[in-house]
């Protein structure tokens, strides 16, 4: 089920004959929009992608396909460029600039050491960053952005509750700062890293060869070690309100994009590209 603000879209599953319907209600009035037929099929454990963990150099477009999937959305495509990951396109709508994401192949709980690391470009100084996400619908949704703009590095945590109703304001937490990296001032480096031990996501960069904290997320109590530079439907810019424990719920991680006001990207405008990812703990998972 999706929600959104005057409405909801439901995927109904009939398994007494394997048919599925669509259906989008927006008021008191429903209406049945799609249908189809789905098969059940069992998985072995090596199917799964609960803790997975990848190192993507972008040498093989294979791998990447395996680990990415064969992105395409909105008139956008994405492939290997010149040894980095880009997207590339013509939006076909001004509707979704910012819905650019594609999840790994991976799930990760947080009862394990990991970190999701990138290095991005920005040619055109349009947003990339790499993110993890977890979207419980009905409950809540939250996402851990890490990004460049091409000039600096900027954290966001977004939280929003879908149980709360249709007026529920989703809550934002950010944090800045410049980053060093790079000769030409277009490159950076930043990693979400997780610690069990700790409860917490450490929001961090790379400056020159010291990793630098932005902010420390406590997932536990929803509360943040440094006060964010700015906030959005708070009362603190400390502490997420309506909050409750991620402890049991798992993580995608993600990269995404901008969309600039042209709606179009050229190849080579902006990307991920090679990175030596490193061990943390028990688990490696890194976008580099």
Not at 159 to 167: A, L, T, V, W
Not at 209 to 214: I, S
Not at 219 to 235: P, R, V, Y
Request: one cysteine or more; hydrophobic letters at 30%.
């Amino acid at each position: 089920m999706e929600q959104y603000s005057d409405g909801k879209f439901e995927i109904l599953l009939n398994f007494s004959n394997n048919t599925l319907q669509g259906k989008e209600t927006s008021g008191s009035t429903s209406e049945i929009v799609g249908s189809g037929n789905f098969t059940l099929e069992n998985y072995s454990d090596d199917d799964l992608p609960y803790g997975k963990f990848f190192h993507d150099d972008f040498t093989s477009a294979a791998e990447s396909e395996y680990i990415w999937g064969n992105y395409s959305k909105d008139g956008f495509s994405a492939k290997i460029h010149e040894g980095g990951y880009t997207m590339y396109g013509n939006m076909t709508e001004d509707g979704n600039r910012w819905g650019q994401e594609i999840g790994a192949r991976s799930l990760l709980g947080l009862n394990k050491d990991w970190y999701v690391q990138g290095t991005a470009f920005s040619e055109n100084g349009e947003r990339i960053e790499l993110s993890i996400e977890c979207d419980m619908d009905p409950l809540f949704q939250l996402e851990v952005h890490l990004s460049t703009y091409g000039y600096g590095v900027n954290s966001s945590l977004q939280y929003e509750r879908y149980d709360q109703g249709d007026d529920y304001d989703e809550q934002h937490l950010n944090n800045y700062d410049s980053s060093s990296n790079g000769s030409d001032g277009k490159h950076a480096t930043f990693r979400i890293r997780n610690s069990a031990s700790e409860k917490s996501f450490h929001i961090e960069w790379l400056d020159g060869t010291e990793w630098k904290n932005l902010n420390s997320f406590n997932w536990h109590t929803g509360t943040l070690t440094k006060e964010a530079s700015s906030g959005w439907n708070q009362s603190s810019n400390f502490q997420f309100h309506d909050w409750e424990s991620m402890e049991n719920y798992y993580f995608n991680p993600q990269m995404e994009f901008g969309v600039p006001d042209s709606l179009t990207v050229n190849l080579g405008d902006y990307g991920f590209v090679i990175r030596e990812a490193q061990r943390v703990g028990t688990s490696l998972l890194g976008i580099t």
